[in-house]
C-alpha cells in the first residue's frame, strides 16, 4: 500500500516532465486497450494500419475487466502485435490509448484517450413503455466520460443525434470530436436483392440475438428455430449470436450454455440448420437472403445488403433513441411473438418497396462518412502529432484540426439531417393513423 501511494507521489511530481518529453518525442506512441471480442472487431484494422506506419510506435494492453470478456481466439490473433502487461501499460508514457468503451483503468502516464465505437449504431437498446427515452442510454455516459478526449464517430448519424439531444457535450473545451466510420459500413449499399422471402421457395435465412433483456433468444429461446423449420421448411437456418449471450446465466431461468448445447444438437441432427456462434457475423451476409433480429445492431450493418429483415420486438418497449426506433421498425417486418412471426415474413415479400426505401435511410444515417475509415484516422494522429496532455498548448492544435474537419463535414450532414426531419414528419403521421385504427377497433 505505502509503495503504491510513494509511486503515485512520485508521478504526479514527476508530470510536468512527462508532458514535455512526451511533446518531442519523435514518433506518436500509441497504446490500444482490448477489453473484449466485439471491441477487438471495431479496432483490429486501426491496430494494423498504425502498427505498418513508422510514424507511430504501437503497443496493445489486454485489460480483460471481466473475466473471459476477450476470448482464447482473439488473444491468440493478437500473438503478433506487441502486448504489454496491464501493470507495464500503464505506468509507462503514451500520447494516446485507444478504447472502445468506459474506461475502468486508470493510465496515469496516458496524455489523451481516443474513444472509437464499439457499435455500428446508437440508442438501439431498449426502453420500457412505449415512448422512447434516452434517461439511461450508454452512448451519452460514453462520450461524457472523462477519459473520452478525442471522440471518434462512426458515422454522420452519430453526430445528428448529439446536435439534437446533447449538444452540450460538443461544448466541453476537453473534448474533441471527428467522425471516421467503422470497416463493415464502408461498402457501397448493395444492388437489390431478387430473391425475397417467399415460403415456398429455397431459402437462406440468419438469425441472430441480442444478449440483454428481451432480445430475441432471452424472450423465445429455441422455440424460434423450430417454428422456422415446422413453417418454412425448404429453408435453410443460419444461427449467430453476440458472443455474450452464450455466457449469461438468469435468475428466470435462461442459460446461454445451454441454448448453444441445444442449437449445436440441432446443426448435428438437422442439415438445413447451421450453428455459427460468431461475435462477427458479417462473413454470413453475402450468403442468405434475408435476416430475423432483434434490437442488435447487426440490424444496421444487414441493411447495406438491400435484403429483407424480420424484426422482434418486445410487446411494450421501444429504442432508447426515437430515430433509431423508427429506421429500426420502418425499414423491417416487425413481429412480438411466435404467433406472428409468419405473417411477419410473408409482410416483406407484400412491402417490398417500402422496406427498401427505408432500409436505404437507414444504410446512409449509419454508414461510414470516409471510404478508409483507418487512413482518415492516421492522417488526423498524424495531423495532430505527439501532445504532452490535454492542459498543453498542443491541445489547440487538436481542437483546430477538429475545426477544419467540421468545415468539411457539415457540408454532408445537413441533407442528411433535413432528410431525416421529413422522416420524422411521416413516420409520426403513419403511427398517429395506426393509433386512431386501434382506438377504433377497440371502440367496436
Same mark, same amino acid.
Given at each position: 500500500m505505502?509503495?503504491a501511494?510513494?509511486?503515485?507521489?512520485?508521478?504526479?511530481?514527476?508530470? +510536468?516532465i512527462?508532458?514535455?518529453?512526451?511533446?518531442?518525442?519523435?514518433?506518436?506512441?500509441?497504446?490500444?486497450?482490448?477489453?473484449?471480442d466485439?471491441g477487438?472487431?471495431?479496432?483490429?484494422?486501426?491496430?494494423?494500419?498504425?502498427?505498418s506506419?513508422?510514424?507511430?510506435?504501437?503497443?496493445?494492453?489486454?485489460?480483460?475487466?471481466?473475466?473471459?470478456?476477450?476470448?482464447k481466439?482473439?488473444r491468440?490473433?493478437?500473438?503478433?502485435?506487441?502486448?504489454?502487461?496491464?501493470?507495464?501499460?500503464r505506468?509507462t508514457?503514451?500520447?494516446?490509448?485507444?478504447?472502445t468503451?468506459?474506461?475502468?483503468?486508470?493510465?496515469?502516464?496516458?496524455?489523451?484517450?481516443? @474513444?472509437?465505437?464499439?457499435?455500428?449504431?446508437?440508442?438501439?437498446l431498449?426502453a420500457?413503455? +412505449?415512448?422512447?427515452?434516452?434517461a439511461?442510454?450508454?452512448?451519452?455516459?460514453?462520450?461524457?466520460?472523462?477519459?473520452?478526449?478525442?471522440?471518434?464517430?462512426?458515422?454522420?448519424?452519430?453526430?445528428?443525434l448529439? @446536435?439534437?439531444?446533447?449538444p @452540450? !457535450?460538443?461544448?466541453?473545451d476537453?473534448?474533441?470530436?471527428f467522425?471516421?466510420?467503422?470497416?463493415?459500413?464502408?461498402?457501397?449499399? @448493395?444492388?437489390?436483392?431478387?430473391?425475397?422471402?417467399?415460403?415456398?421457395?429455397?431459402?437462406?435465412?440468419?438469425?441472430? $440475438?441480442?444478449?440483454?433483456?428481451?432480445?430475441?433468444?432471452?424472450?423465445?429461446?429455441?422455440?424460434?428455430?423450430?417454428?422456422?423449420?415446422?413453417?418454412? +421448411?425448404?429453408?435453410?437456418?443460419?444461427?449467430s449470436a453476440?458472443?455474450?449471450?452464450?455466457s449469461?446465466?438468469?435468475?428466470?431461468?435462461?442459460?446461454?450454455?445451454?441454448?448453444?448445447?441445444?442449437?449445436?444438437?440441432?446443426?448435428?441432427?438437422?442439415?438445413?440448420?447451421?450453428?455459427?456462434?460468431?461475435?462477427?457475423?458479417?462473413?454470413?451476409?453475402?450468403?442468405?437472403d434475408?435476416?430475423?433480429?432483434?434490437?442488435? =445492431?447487426?440490424?444496421?450493418?444487414?441493411?447495406?445488403?438491400?435484403?429483407?429483415?424480420?424484426?422482434?420486438?418486445?410487446?411494450?418497449?421501444?429504442?432508447?433513441?426515437?430515430?433509431?426506433?423508427?429506421?429500426?421498425?420502418?425499414?423491417s417486418?416487425?413481429?412480438? =411473438?411466435?404467433?406472428?412471426?409468419? $405473417?411477419?415474413? =410473408?409482410?416483406?415479400?407484400?412491402?417490398?418497396?417500402?422496406l427498401?426505401?427505408?432500409?436505404?435511410?437507414m444504410?446512409?444515417?449509419?454508414?461510414?462518412?470516409?471510404e478508409?475509415?483507418?487512413?482518415?484516422?492516421?492522417d488526423?494522429?498524424?495531423?495532430?502529432?505527439?501532445?504532452?496532455?490535454?492542459?498543453?498548448?498542443?491541445?489547440?492544435?487538436?481542437?483546430?484540426?477538429?475545426?477544419?474537419?467540421?468545415?468539411?463535414?457539415?457540408?454532408?450532414?445537413t441533407?442528411? $439531417?433535413?432528410?431525416i426531419?421529413?422522416a420524422?414528419?411521416?413516420?409520426?403521421? !403513419? $403511427?398517429?393513423? =395506426?393509433r386512431?385504427?386501434?382506438?377504433?377497433?377497440?371502440?367496436?
Amino acid at each position: 500500500m505505502l509503495k503504491a501511494l510513494l509511486k503515485r507521489i512520485a508521478i504526479e511530481c514527476l508530470k +510536468p516532465i512527462d508532458k514535455v518529453l512526451l511533446g518531442l518525442a519523435p514518433r506518436i506512441r500509441v497504446l490500444f486497450v482490448v477489453v473484449n471480442d466485439i471491441g477487438y472487431f471495431h479496432q483490429i484494422s486501426l491496430l494494423r494500419r498504425l502498427y505498418s506506419d513508422d510514424q507511430f510506435a504501437v503497443k496493445l494492453v489486454i485489460a480483460d475487466y471481466y473475466q473471459g470478456s476477450v476470448s482464447k481466439e482473439v488473444r491468440n490473433a493478437l500473438a503478433e502485435f506487441d502486448v504489454m502487461s496491464v501493470r507495464r501499460a500503464r505506468w509507462t508514457r503514451w500520447h494516446y490509448a485507444v478504447i472502445t468503451d468506459i474506461a475502468k483503468m486508470s493510465f496515469p502516464r496516458t496524455a489523451a484517450f481516443i @474513444q472509437i465505437s464499439h457499435s455500428y449504431c446508437f440508442g438501439n437498446l431498449l426502453a420500457p413503455g +412505449p415512448d422512447c427515452s434516452a434517461a439511461d442510454d450508454y452512448f451519452l455516459m460514453m462520450i461524457s466520460d472523462r477519459f473520452a478526449n478525442i471522440i471518434v464517430l462512426s458515422s454522420l448519424g452519430y453526430v445528428d443525434l448529439i @446536435q439534437r439531444l446533447y449538444p @452540450q !457535450v460538443l461544448e466541453d473545451d476537453k473534448k474533441a470530436f471527428f467522425v471516421t466510420g467503422t470497416r463493415n459500413m464502408t461498402a457501397s449499399r @448493395q444492388p437489390r436483392s431478387k430473391r425475397l422471402l417467399e415460403k415456398h421457395k429455397h431459402r437462406r435465412l440468419l438469425v441472430t $440475438s441480442h444478449w440483454t433483456p428481451h432480445s430475441l433468444f432471452r424472450d423465445l429461446g429455441v422455440a424460434v428455430i423450430h417454428e422456422l423449420r415446422e413453417r418454412f +421448411p425448404l429453408w435453410e437456418i443460419m444461427v449467430s449470436a453476440h458472443p455474450k449471450l452464450w455466457s449469461i446465466k438468469t435468475e428466470d431461468g435462461f442459460d446461454g450454455m445451454r441454448l448453444a448445447e441445444h442449437l449445436t444438437s440441432l446443426a448435428r441432427t438437422d442439415g438445413a440448420i447451421t450453428f455459427a456462434p460468431t461475435g462477427n457475423p458479417v462473413s454470413l451476409f453475402e450468403d442468405v437472403d434475408g435476416l430475423l433480429c432483434d434490437h442488435s =445492431s447487426i440490424r444496421v450493418l444487414f441493411s447495406a445488403q438491400s435484403k429483407p429483415c424480420v424484426l422482434y420486438r418486445h410487446p411494450g418497449c421501444c429504442a432508447h433513441f426515437a430515430i433509431t426506433e423508427m429506421l429500426y421498425v420502418r425499414s423491417s417486418a416487425v413481429f412480438h =411473438s411466435l404467433d406472428e412471426m409468419e $405473417s411477419a415474413i =410473408s409482410d416483406t415479400v407484400l412491402r417490398d418497396e417500402e422496406l427498401l426505401r427505408w432500409n436505404s435511410l437507414m444504410f446512409d444515417y449509419f454508414r461510414s462518412w470516409k471510404e478508409d475509415p483507418d487512413d482518415a484516422l492516421r492522417d488526423i494522429l498524424a495531423t495532430i502529432g505527439p501532445i504532452g496532455s490535454i492542459a498543453s498548448a498542443k491541445w489547440n492544435r487538436v481542437r483546430e484540426t477538429e475545426q477544419a474537419h467540421w468545415s468539411e463535414m457539415l457540408a454532408d450532414l445537413t441533407p442528411l $439531417s433535413k432528410r431525416i426531419d421529413r422522416a420524422i414528419e411521416d413516420h409520426e403521421t !403513419v $403511427s398517429a393513423g =395506426s393509433r386512431l385504427a386501434a382506438n377504433g377497433r377497440q371502440s367496436r
